[in-house]
């Protein structure tokens, strides 16, 4: 048989008709092999772990195959309650795979203190900054006759007078007194008494 008349012959077709079906198969084999080593399309969902405790997280990732590890804790938040989730990564709602890790992150126990700062003299624009990068926050503002405009002449607590160096608790709300600028160099020197006129003496011809 000539090499025409195979390839127009029954069996040529027949052997590519099996030839055909046979790798169909085999990429339908492979493809599911694929899926099921990959656990392709079986993703879990991660729960929002926030205000949880550690126990609750552990119960609650245990019934969706995941696990956790916890990182360390973080100053105290006063919106979360103690010792349970601030942060987690991944975050609530993102697709992990069976068994992933879950990072988490607890609130500490209580607020941490730090000491204040020497604000005096300092102007209210290099005070406030200094404040909130050591998480205390800007409280009452009052103001007192003194020469520097805006020039930090105290701090206070709840009414308590605070000293440099003094301890309290973060994001306590630091009250500051502010000079005026009312006192200047014409009210000085208004405020020194004038001096007496001369009096005139009798002359001795008189």
Known sequence: MS???YLTSKTFFIQMAIAIASVLVFGYLFMHWLTYTTDHGHEITVP???????QQVEDKLDELDLDYVLLDSVDYKKDYPKHSVVEQ???AGAKVKEDRKIYIKINSSGF?????PNLIEKTYRQAVPTLKSLGLEE?????KPYLGKDMVLGMSLNGKKLNPGDKVFKSSKIDLILGDGKVGFEEEVDSVPAAKPE???PSEDE
């Open 139 to 143: 409280g009452k503002i009052t103001y």
């Open 89 to 91: 990564d991944p975050p």
């Open 199 to 201: 009096t005139a003496t």
């Open 48 to 54: 929002d772990l926030r205000k949880l405790s550690e």
């Open 3 to 5: 090499l025409k008349q």
């Open 112 to 116: 941490t203190t730090v000491r204040i």
